[in-house]
């Protein structure tokens, strides 16, 4: 069969021949991929540079996807072998029946970017109906995914921030009650926040940047006064991973700093929400109720496509 194979940590996945898999048990099940979505964590782990490494090498490339089962069902599992490939071997209990309407692209891409947000707004920032949200860096594919995932759970408002214009826009289209860019001055920035706050206090930041930018919402903080708690969720930092903070703030707000990733919480809580939410948001986007700008490319480019800026769904056959 056709694979996207890792020969080696530190190079790209190249198209080419590899053995079909095997069966090794009856909780496996062999099945034909559709599509698979290249994630961060994939690309960081054929670089060899995340704690979790392969069985052994060469590698097929993939940890889950769509696939199509021998009757022809169209169902989204985790796969115990590469799901980027014509065959492919998958948990039966990460099985999940896709609804009618929802494009294998969109399917597969779905699940990584709701870890990165709908997983954080529900777990960490514990998100209600009548909430204002405040979405730093929602620009990009996650980020972007939290304001629709916020407006979805019934937040009041929702804020974004971000440097790309012409996502700034698209925002404003798909859950953005109010975008503030992130070109211009920091002075320009902490006004806009603060006077933000001002006019609706927000009770939740989603931080997807970290590094200065995370500075310059402190800072504006500073300048305002609290009417109620403000949790502060970070989930990335894409701007910097480190930032200089005084305590004071914690001191004289009542403000509250957590973590939201894979090391944050029980294992669990993911399988949980595969389980009984990601299902839910499945039919909603099946609706045509979720915006995503996702590129698709086929398996014979998959080492151009991991290459490319963006996020990039590889679909098979």
Same mark, same amino acid.
């Given at each position: 069969?056709?694979?996207?194979?890792?020969?080696?940590?530190?190079?790209?996945?190249?198209?080419?021949?590899? &053995? !079909?898999?095997? #069966?090794?048990?009856?909780?496996? +099940? *062999?099945?034909? =991929?559709?599509?698979? $979505?290249?994630?961060?964590?994939?690309?960081?782990?054929?670089?060899?540079?995340?704690?979790?490494?392969?069985?052994?090498?060469?590698?097929?490339?993939?940890?889950?996807?769509?696939?199509?089962?021998?009757?022809?069902?169209?169902?989204?599992?985790?796969?115990?072998?590469?799901?980027? &490939? !014509?065959?492919? #071997?998958?948990?039966?209990?990460? +099985? *999940?029946?896709? =609804?009618?309407?929802? $494009?294998?692209?969109?399917?597969?891409?779905?699940?990584?970017?709701?870890?990165?947000?709908?997983?954080?707004?529900?777990?960490?920032?514990?998100?209600?109906?009548?909430?204002?949200?405040?979405?730093?860096?929602?620009?990009?594919?996650?980020?972007?995914?939290?304001?629709?995932?916020?407006?979805?759970?019934?937040?009041?408002?929702?804020?974004?921030?971000?440097?790309?214009?012409?996502?700034?826009?698209?925002?404003?289209?798909?859950?953005?009650?109010?975008?503030?860019?992130?070109?211009?001055?920091?002075?320009?920035?902490?006004?806009?926040?603060?006077?933000?706050?001002?006019?609706?206090?927000?009770?939740?930041?989603?931080?997807?940047?970290?590094?200065?930018?995370?500075?310059?919402?402190?800072?504006?903080?500073?300048?305002?006064?609290?009417?109620?708690?403000?949790?502060?969720?970070?989930?990335?930092?894409?701007?910097?991973?480190?930032?200089?903070?005084?305590?004071?703030?914690?001191?004289?707000?009542?403000?509250?700093?957590?973590?939201?990733?894979?090391?944050?919480?029980?294992?669990?809580?993911?399988?949980?929400?595969?389980?009984?939410?990601?299902?839910?948001?499945?039919?909603?986007?099946?609706?045509?109720?979720?915006?995503?700008?996702?590129?698709?490319?086929?398996?014979?480019?998959?080492?151009?496509?991991?290459?490319?800026?963006?996020?990039?769904?590889?679909?098979?056959?």
């Amino acid at each position: 069969m056709k694979a996207a194979v890792l020969k080696q940590y530190g190079t790209l996945p190249i198209y080419t021949d590899f &053995a !079909e898999p095997e #069966v090794a048990n009856d909780s496996q +099940i *062999l099945v034909s =991929p559709k599509a698979s $979505s290249i994630k961060q964590l994939d690309i960081s782990r054929a670089a060899g540079k995340h704690y979790t490494k392969f069985k052994a090498m060469p590698a097929v490339m993939g940890m889950d996807g769509v696939a199509e089962l021998a009757d022809g069902t169209r169902v989204f599992a985790s796969a115990v072998t590469g799901m980027m &490939a !014509e065959k492919a #071997v998958i948990d039966k209990k990460s +099985i *999940l029946k896709l =609804p009618d309407g929802l $494009s294998n692209v969109m399917a597969a891409a779905l699940p990584n970017v709701l870890l990165g947000s709908d997983v954080a707004l529900r777990t960490k920032g514990e998100i209600k109906a009548g909430d204002v949200i405040f979405v730093s860096g929602a620009t990009g594919a996650t980020g972007m995914m939290a304001v629709q995932m916020a407006k979805f759970h019934g937040a009041a408002k929702v804020i974004a921030t971000g440097r790309n214009a012409k996502t700034l826009a698209v925002l404003k289209k798909v859950g953005a009650d109010q975008t503030i860019s992130l070109d211009q001055t920091d002075d320009a920035i902490i006004a806009e926040i603060a006077a933000a706050y001002r006019t609706a206090p927000f009770n939740m930041i989603i931080d997807y940047l970290w590094g200065h930018s995370a500075e310059v919402i402190f800072a504006a903080l500073e300048k305002v006064k609290f009417n109620k708690q403000l949790k502060y969720v970070t989930v990335g930092e894409m701007a910097g991973s480190a930032v200089s903070l005084s305590s004071q703030i914690f001191r004289s707000h009542d403000l509250q700093l957590v973590g939201s990733g894979y090391g944050s919480f029980p294992a669990s809580v993911v399988e949980n929400y595969m389980k009984n939410s990601l299902p839910e948001i499945f039919k909603y986007a099946a609706a045509g109720n979720i915006y995503m700008n996702w590129q698709a490319s086929p398996l014979s480019e998959v080492e151009k496509a991991w290459a490319a800026p963006g996020r990039t769904v590889i679909t098979i056959n």
